[in-house]
């Protein structure tokens, strides 16, 4: 099990928020890497000393090169509650991106069809009339801005695959590190700076709202932005 316990945003005894790290997979794939899924249902075994099969859902994912808040439910019950919610869009997210060119607009909303590429893992910009082509919506606004680099906040209004990164892509400001998408080098880690820094949504037992806001990871270039991210 890894330090786990050091990053949970959140927990009780139908959630538990994780703070995902940079080039950590969320679930496991063909990789065989240890995912986050994995660590989290072994912290539930140990901590509560559960037998056999562990339950733990997973609600929604981030891209195993992205960092931040990621929900599990520790009941079907609220497995079921939250997957309707995300459905529904009753799940509020926001991102932080790092980026080396200046948005021409410091804040914006962008509006773009994408369709994925399931061979190459891509999402690409096409017409609205393009068979398969989903509506991709996000508002985005400069936070603050360092000698190399500008930090945006993304208030994500549609889950499409990959949506941040390529519309972030298509008005020339590709995300640090993201190669995939148009930036010229990658991170050292295999991350790049997109962070999922607040999500809120309705508890779907308690019924009262929960709020979650995820530390940014460490290092450069964040640590250019610390008074903006805390």
Not at 29 to 40: E, F, H, N, R
Not at 177 to 188: A, E, P
Request: hydrophobic share 40%.
């Amino acid at each position: 099990m890894s330090d786990i316990a050091q990053r949970i945003l959140f927990e009780d005894n139908h959630i538990l928020i994780v703070n995902k790290l940079p080039s950590e997979i969320v679930q496991g794939d063909k990789t065989g890497d240890v995912s986050l899924l994995d660590d989290v249902k072994s912290y539930i075994k140990v901590k509560y000393n559960k037998p056999g099969e562990v339950f733990a859902g997973l609600v929604h994912r981030i891209d195993r090169p992205v960092s931040g808040a990621v929900v599990f439910a520790k009941t079907s019950k609220a497995l079921s509650r939250l997957t309707v919610m995300i459905k529904d869009r009753d799940f509020a997210k926001n991102y932080l991106a790092i980026v080396k060119i200046r948005p021409k607009m410091d804040e914006a909303q962008l509006e773009n069809y994408l369709l994925k590429n399931e061979e190459k893992n891509k999402s690409f910009i096409v017409r609205s009339d393009q068979k398969g082509a989903k509506l991709a919506r996000l508002n985005y606004r400069l936070i603050a801005s360092s000698d190399n680099f500008h930090l945006l906040e993304i208030e994500l209004l549609t889950g499409r695959h990959h949506q941040i990164r390529a519309q972030l892509s298509a008005i020339g400001c590709p995300i640090k590190g993201d190669l995939k998408y148009g930036y010229d080098r990658s991170n050292d880690d295999g991350s790049i700076c997109l962070h999922a820094w607040k999500i809120s949504f309705e508890h779907p037992v308690k019924k009262e709202m929960i709020r979650i806001q995820a530390p940014a990871p460490k290092g450069v270039p964040w640590k250019f932005f610390e008074s903006f991210t805390t």
